[in-house]
């Protein structure tokens, strides 16, 4: 795998490298309790020439359920997405697509190594903060193109839905970013939750 360090990136987070920059693609949730919903994803991997590198990702639902109630004057070809969108659900204003899911956060490489890691492999420290009120510490382990994450500390509001696990697996594939989610919520036991393929929009 080859690719160009960014310019100023600090060396701690070199293993990140291939991560920096801008990734779009399309995914699907599916969980029990929800039906299951497509959506489009952007990823941004970006740095300050701190030890770490910064990301935001926000999906957003292709598909917006239907009103309840359907205006007299209704059609396919007078409605856009946003007149058919619920209500209550945020929007993007670049897209116009209901948000179903923003995080922001934290991607480190501590200077500790296990004495248990693989020789290409390097430890990872991942804070993610979503507005639905979860704040989630994963720890892993980054090499070859894979990075394996597993929650080391779940924290929530009162507001927020219950969320006892969480893991997450990244793989570099064929150049695309991919990845899968796995939760354990709502009294659930650890099971997948999301999925995406994700391609470089910046190269």
Known sequence: MSFTVPDGLAPEVYPLAWLVGRWRGEGVIEY???????????????????????YESTLRIVEAAVPGTVPDDWSAETTDVDDAAPATAPRDASSGLP????????????????????????????LLAD?????????????????????????????????????????????DLMWVWEL????????????????????
């Not at 501590?110 to 890691?117: F, G, N, T, V």
């Open 184 to 203: 354990a919520a709502f009294g659930n036991p650890l099971q997948n939750y999301a999925s995406a393929r994700l391609v470089r929009q910046d190269g």
């Open 99 to 126: 948000v179903w899911e923003t995080e922001t956060g934290f991607w480190r490489v501590p200077p500790e190594r296990p004495d248990d890691l693989a020789e290409h492999q390097h430890p990872l420290e991942v």
């Open 32 to 54: 029990p309790g929800i039906d299951e919903v497509a959506f489009v994803q952007e990823v941004v991997f970006d740095h300050d020439g701190g030890p770490y590198l910064r």
């Open 131 to 175: 507005p639905a009120g979860w704040l989630t510490l994963y720890v892993g382990a980054i090499g070859n193109g894979r990075i394996d994450l597993v929650h080391d500390l779940i924290a929530r509001t009162s507001s927020a839905a219950e969320v006892t696990a969480s893991k997450r697996l990244y793989g570099l594939v064929e150049g």
